[in-house]
């Protein structure tokens, strides 16, 4: 007997237009699309909610703040998976690329320390089916850290491994091109007084320049003869973009300059920016406004990066409080596009042949609000 779900009376966003109608999804797939309302045995009243197609997450470090909730207190592995991973489903995500960082700017932090149990323990779930949302891996390396190619050799040929980001966060280029910013978010984050910021200053730029272009050939090279997807992070100028295009990136992660958003959309890079940066309408690190891009026309990709259910309201945030994105053009920001990015051809889409990843979204005083979530067909939330 075939496992079939039937959902009516939504309004199904499609590709191009939002329809008042039903759909069919059997076996974990869409086999039907309809106009008009079903009174079929077994069908679920959407009662004129949204249905859209399961979110894609590209670049989340969610997991990270399960596994140190507060400084220094360490969640058991599993556990803390599953938190993260229930948090993505209730977010309406069903699929996600958990963004484990390989190296940091600080020698001994967390990050260094997890990166071999996140990954384990996110294989684990997944492979035992425990997890809600389908989980895939994002390493992002970063390229001022001398060992960075050493964490990242054990997990080149991981088969969760889909997607590898380059980043460099020294002070006075890309993210931090004001030094004042990097100067208050790192002083704050590691309680450096004076005189120990400018050591940390300066040991952060000796550091990019003796290991960030060596480090970053390395991994680019091996990415490439794997085949997996690339992403450049925080380009803030043109030669940036060329860079990226020169070492075969597919994804422009979070530029913070226009200039490197053009230059990226001209060169055929999807341009990925973050939800919490739309949604508020400006970066927390004084960098380009993602609304700024979309109404420009140079926005492909939405992440929730750091609070997931940013995500959702993001694409109705474009919908709504721009002139550039009609509701299916936005919805697709956050499911078929990103799908896209990273040659994921089953999902991101209603359509039939898709997978039956959707998502019933009700709006709650202007809010879109999550009410259920099947992957596959199965309900997951």
């Avoid at 730029?205 to 050939?217: F, L, M």
């Amino acid at each position: 007997m075939r496992n079939e779900l039937l959902l009516t009376n939504a309004r199904i966003v499609l590709k191009d237009e939002v329809i008042v109608g039903s759909i069919r999804i059997q076996d974990g797939v869409i086999c039907d699309i309809d106009h008009g309302l079903s009174s079929a045995i077994g069908v679920e009243d959407m009662e004129g909610d949204y249905l859209i197609p399961g979110l894609i997450e590209l670049h989340t470090d969610n997991l990270e703040k399960h596994f140190t909730p507060r400084p220094k207190v360490r969640w058991p592995s599993i556990p803390a998976v599953l938190a993260h991973d229930a948090q993505l489903a209730a977010a309406g995500i069903t699929t996600v690329f958990d963004a484990v960082a390989l190296g940091d700017v600080k020698d001994g932090s967390a990050r260094i320390q997890y990166v071999n149990d996140m990954i384990e323990a996110i294989t684990m779930a997944q492979e035992e089916r425990a997890t809600r949302s389908e989980h895939f891996i994002h390493l992002r390396c970063e390229l001022a850290y001398e060992k960075v190619v050493d964490l990242f050799n054990p997990f080149r040929d991981h088969y969760l491994l889909r997607l590898v980001s380059v980043m460099d966060h020294s002070p006075g280029q890309r993210q931090f091109v004001n030094i004042d910013k990097y100067r208050e978010y790192y002083q704050g984050k590691y309680g450096l007084n004076d005189q120990e910021i400018e050591e940390f200053i300066d040991s952060q730029k000796k550091a990019s320049q003796r290991y960030s272009q060596k480090n970053r050939q390395q991994i680019v090279d091996q990415c490439r003869e794997m085949d997996i997807a690339l992403a450049s992070h925080d380009d803030a100028t043109a030669e940036h973009i060329n860079e990226a295009v020169q070492y075969g990136m597919c994804i422009a992660e979070f530029p913070t300059t226009h200039e490197a958003a053009q230059e990226a959309k001209r060169n055929g890079l999807n341009v990925l920016m973050g939800a919490p940066n739309l949604v508020r309408g400006h970066s927390h690190s004084g960098n380009v406004s993602a609304r700024e891009l979309a109404e420009n026309g140079l926005l492909d990709v939405v992440s929730s990066d750091y609070f997931p259910t940013s995500l959702l309201q993001a694409a109705f945030t474009l919908h709504r409080e721009t002139d550039s994105f009609t509701l299916p053009e936005a919805i697709s920001t956050v499911t078929s596009k990103p799908a896209q990015s990273v040659r994921l051809t089953d999902r991101g889409e209603i359509a039939v042949g898709m997978r039956g990843d959707v998502v019933r979204v009700h709006e709650y005083h202007r809010f879109p609000l999550v009410k259920e979530v099947w992957r596959q067909g199965r309900r997951i939330y």
